[in-house]
């Protein structure tokens, strides 16, 4: 009898659960705050940089040192077994890499050090497909990893080749689709945009762009996309985005620094030549001459970044153990409005990037009326709360905004509207402060 008194009453309370994160509405917060303990401390800073850096979870952390402490070897070389069981983690992360991106195969994914390890390989190796006269096409809102190694290959590469900028839209928000299109020719060999830009927090078209390359471009170009800020936020699949190459960094997305990927399409990697020479990338090895060791090992050499690729992985189990990234992504969407709706209230304040607050990733670029941003920074850091002033290595963006500087409130899964309120009036009071100084 009692049991059937609470079988309805159960009944309405699992209903309800299953719609409460349909109408618990603005902010159902994703509750991981108490696996990233450099922020739950009582003295822990109001962290809004995650766009440069993000926290670890303990997860990721105790995985390492595990790894560390029982398996430690080298890879790809031992008869040992611990050789063997460290061979075995490093390729488990590249499985759940490229489960992770959606890749047609574990061979196109390639551990570098970094994004910016990637796209240098690809402006190294690319270089031998270009030709004097050849364009490459590239954003102003691009990070300078994403420029710089171009500008090397231009340079030093020994082939004259142009670099074309494209322009923001009108409102300086997101990437101007039409521009680039007049920017495509049959000359153009690469183009290289960001996915999710680093200060304006637009997420660029893929597919709008490989149309633009398919139509105009050279039949050999390729098409980059620097996914640095999208990885880690938003459900990745490098098929269906119709790029020829990918990278991003591990340590933005609750990973190790030290640890990056570079995916490409198979037949492309295979036709480039090697970028580093030595151990692992070999097949065979005599004095006359090498021969290199097929995919991904060609682009590996030497010791790799063992613990970190490990560690890399560990992070990627830990966001699918939160929810994966169609969660993630839902639940930064809704901060990131939040954040900009606050920030935008704030008298003086002006915020780069879309203005329509769904558009945007989880961050706010934005510039203060007559205080320095730096100012702002550092006055923030004394309330402890920490954002970021410069030009986010996009200088070639604040110049195109006619800014110097701007400072970024940067959010990630561990933040929450409470994060944003307190960020928001201790801004309010620093403000206030230099408003009162006369500054
Ligand atoms: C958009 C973008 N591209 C490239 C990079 C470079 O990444 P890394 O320094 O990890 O190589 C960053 C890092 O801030 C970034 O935000």
Same mark, same amino acid.
């Given at each position: ?16 659960? /299953? ?29 809004l940089d995650s766009s440069a850096t993000s !926290? ?11 790894? %560390? ?10 008869? +040992? ?20 991106i ?12 970094g994004a910016t390890?990637s796209l ?19 954003s102003?809102m691009e990070h300078h990893s994403n420029?710089?190694?171009? !500008? ?21 928000g997101s990437l101007?689709?039409? +521009? ?12 290289s945009i960001v996915h999710t830009s680093n200060t304006l927090g637009c997420t660029t078209d893929t597919?709008?762009? /490989? ?6 471009? +050279? ?5 980059v996309v620097d996914g640095c800020q999208s990885l880690p936020h938003m459900p990745v699949?490098? !098929?269906?985005m119709?790029c020829?190459?990918y990278v991003a960094s591990s340590h933005k997305m609750c990973g190790?620094?030290?640890?990056g990927l ?7 990697? =295979? ?16 004095? %006359?001459?090498?021969?290199?060791? /097929? ?12 613990? !970190? ?10 966001l ?5 990234m169609?969660?993630v992504h839902?639940?930064e969407k809704?901060l990131g409005?939040?954040l900009? %709706? ?10 780069y990037g879309p203005?329509?607050?769904?558009e945007r990733s989880a961050l706010c670029a ?19 709360? /920490?954002?970021r002033?410069?030009?986010h290595c996009t200088?070639?963006l ?6 110097? +500087?701007?400072?970024r409130a940067s959010c990630y899964v561990?933040n ?15 403000? =206030? ?7």
């Amino acid at each position: 009898m009692r049991k059937l008194l609470l079988a309805p009453l159960l009944c309405s309370f699992m209903l309800l659960s /299953a719609f409460l994160p349909l109408v618990g509405g603005l902010h159902a917060p994703l509750s991981v705050r108490q696996d990233f303990p450099l922020i739950t401390s009582p003295a822990s800073p109001i962290y809004l940089d995650s766009s440069a850096t993000s !926290q670890k979870p303990t997860f990721v952390v105790d995985k390492m040192r595990e790894y %560390e402490l029982t398996t430690n070897s080298n890879v790809h070389r031992g008869a +040992h077994k611990l050789s063997r069981d460290a061979t075995d983690m490093y390729e488990a992360a590249r499985d759940k890499l490229t489960t992770f991106i959606n890749a047609p195969s574990r061979r196109g994914v390639v551990f570098t050090s970094g994004a910016t390890h990637s796209l240098n390989l690809l402006a190294k190796t690319l270089a031998t497909n270009l030709e004097d006269g050849d364009e490459i096409i590239l954003s102003v809102m691009e990070h300078h990893s994403n420029i710089v190694p171009w !500008q090397m290959l231009r340079d030093f590469g020994g082939v004259s080749v142009k670099i074309k900028w494209c322009n923001l839209d009108e409102e300086g928000g997101s990437l101007d689709y039409e +521009h680039l299109a007049t920017l495509v020719t049959p000359r153009t060999k690469v183009i290289s945009i960001v996915h999710t830009s680093n200060t304006l927090g637009c997420t660029t078209d893929t597919k709008k762009i /490989a149309r633009i390359k398919a139509e105009r471009a +050279h039949p050999d170009c390729v098409y980059v996309v620097d996914g640095c800020q999208s990885l880690p936020h938003m459900p990745v699949d490098v !098929q269906d985005m119709e790029c020829d190459f990918y990278v991003a960094s591990s340590h933005k997305m609750c990973g190790p620094t030290g640890v990056g990927l570079l995916w490409g399409r198979e037949e492309l990697l =295979d036709s480039l030549n090697p970028f580093f020479g030595g151990g692992e990338m070999i097949d065979e090895v005599t004095t %006359e001459g090498s021969t290199y060791a /097929a995919l991904p090992g060609k682009f590996e050499a030497g010791t790799p970044c063992i613990s !970190q690729a490990i560690g890399f992985g560990f992070a990627i189990d830990y966001l699918n153990s939160i929810g994966g990234m169609a969660k993630v992504h839902e639940y930064e969407k809704k901060l990131g409005s939040y954040l900009h %709706e606050k920030l935008s209230a704030v008298e003086g304040v002006k915020i780069y990037g879309p203005s329509d607050p769904g558009e945007r990733s989880a961050l706010c670029a934005f510039s203060v009326d007559g205080i320095h941003v730096s100012d702002i920074a550092s006055f923030l850091d004394m309330e402890n709360v /920490a954002v970021r002033a410069g030009h986010h290595c996009t200088q070639p963006l604040h110049t195109y905004l006619e800014i110097s +500087h701007t400072a970024r409130a940067s959010c990630y899964v561990y933040n929450d509207e409470n994060d944003v309120d307190e960020f928001v009036n201790k801004l309010r009071e620093t403000i =206030d402060f230099f408003k009162s100084t006369g500054a």
